[in-house]
């Protein structure tokens, strides 16, 4: 009888543990806003100058994030130039030529401030946290993000592989062309 307590209590324990994975996280902090400050925009660094010092934004690895960044690209209707990710009137989205930069504080900066010939500036009209699950959201579209968190499909179109399972592409920043 003790050896079938101590069976349950183990298998118990066991089963608890590895609950921690199902751990959703609903509640992710945006990078602190005074980060972006430091970016200044040039025409010799139309991404930002390069710093060490890199900007993690915490909502490429968390589901929730990515899902409200999905449905947030879809509503503020960036798919209107930039199609699902494989570009329109706007850039490309998913491949690995990132013309003002793929670090999130660069893709951040391309939202808020607009870019010349089209992108217009969001500043003001998107608070920064969902600024932040967008950025998530554009860079899991070249597989930057967490596969683990990435959304898995879409169900209303089939354009490509789920963002889950897209090779990562190493984003080359490449001078706006005249």
């Not at 209590?9 to 602190?32: H, M, N, Q, W, Y």
């Not at 503020?76 to 490309?92: I, L, S, T």
Request: charged letters at 20%; aromatic letters at 8%; one cysteine or more.
């Amino acid at each position: 009888m003790k050896s079938g307590f101590g069976l349950l209590t183990a298998s118990f324990l066991i089963l608890i543990s590895g609950c921690k994975r199902e751990d959703r996280g609903f509640r992710v902090s945006a990078p602190a806003a005074n980060a972006i400050q430091a970016i200044s925009l040039d025409p010799i660094h139309p991404g930002g100058a390069s710093t060490d010092e890199l900007i993690k934004n915490d909502y490429e690895e968390n589901a929730y994030a990515l899902s409200e960044g999905k449905r947030l690209y879809s509503q503020m209707n960036c798919v209107g130039c930039h199609a699902h990710g494989g570009g329109g009137m706007g850039v490309p989205l998913m491949d690995d030529k990132w013309i003002y930069g793929s670090r999130p504080e660069q893709v951040f900066a391309t939202i808020v401030e607009g870019r010349p010939n089209g992108m217009p500036s969001f500043r003001g009209k998107i608070p920064d946290y969902q600024v932040w699950a967008l950025v998530a959201y554009v860079r899991s579209m070249s597989g930057l993000a967490s596969q683990n968190a990435a959304p898995n499909r879409d169900d209303h179109m089939h354009l490509g592989p789920p963002e889950s399972s897209r090779e990562q592409q190493s984003p080359k920043d490449v001078p706006p062309t005249k």
